[in-house]
């Protein structure tokens, strides 16, 4: 029996340190602009030196993740990027921002009465100030000479997802590519960006927090729009749909081939 705790005790350690080790490969950052703050963790490629040039990946992340710790960002997706097979693979600059609690990345209307909750995005509406501190951090980086600009990508679940089509319908001519997971967003919008941006889209047919319909919605409107999305429709996933979408083999290698048009 002791033996039995003393290993349980090691397993217990071992995560702890690998969940350590892979923070501190994000580093805390904050974008300031005015009198607005935006924290972020960004994770730079192995051997990073400033003569060479990189993609940019943009992750968003979903309404449980907001706060002021400038780390809960971290819980999804964060450990896909920074697997060790992954950033040899495919070198590349990762930023994770935070949104306050008291705010969303798009400018939805959400009303959480009932499930799946109902949302409405308004077609004209000024971006949220979280948004717009993203879009300006992304100008930022964007301008560094170590960028490679024809190689930036944005993606993000729920509420990230949300603000994934909204960043794309924002600035269309910022990103190659973008993955929106159990998301939703203003179908009219994606004439901006149908054309322009490689997109794959995942739900899960059995998600009772954000209504599947709303992915299927924004893929018939980009294709209506001239777009060929990727779509994956998961018959058994409920609301956490990035569990299989962040095992898709493929998901990495479709990202990384993607270049401006």
Known sequence: MKHIKTQITFCLLLITSLAFAQKDLYKEKVHIKGEDTLKYRIMYPENFSEDKQYPVVLFLHGAGERGNDNQRQLAHGSK?????????????????????????????????????????????????????LVIDLMQEVTSKDYVNTDKVYVGGLSMGGMGTFEI??????????????????????TKNYAT?????????????????????????????????????????ANHNSWDPAFAEPELLTWLFSKSKK
């Not at 992954?86 to 930023?95: C, L, Q, S, T, Y």
């Not at 794309?168 to 939703?184: N, V």
Request: hydrophobic share 40%; proline share 8%.
């Open 196 to 236: 322009k941006v490689d997109l794959w889209v995942f739900h899960g047919a059995n998600d009772d927090v954000v209504d599947p319909k709303g992915s299927i919605k924004m893929v018939n409107a980009i294709l209506e729009n001239g777009g060929k999305p990727n779509f994956t429709l998961y018959s058994d």
């Open 168 to 189: 794309l319908s924002r600035q269309p001519d910022m990103f190659a590519a973008a993955i929106a997971i159990c998301g939703d967003g203003n179908a009219e919008l």
């Open 80 to 132: 896909l990027f920074a697997d060790k097979t992954n950033r040899g693979a495919f070198p590349a600059i990762v930023i994770f921002p935070q949104c306050p609690k008291d705010s969303y990345w798009s400018n939805a209307d959400v009303d959480r009465s009932s499930f799946p909750i109902k949302l409405v995005f308004p077609k004209d509406k000024e971006a949220t100030k979280p948004m717009q």
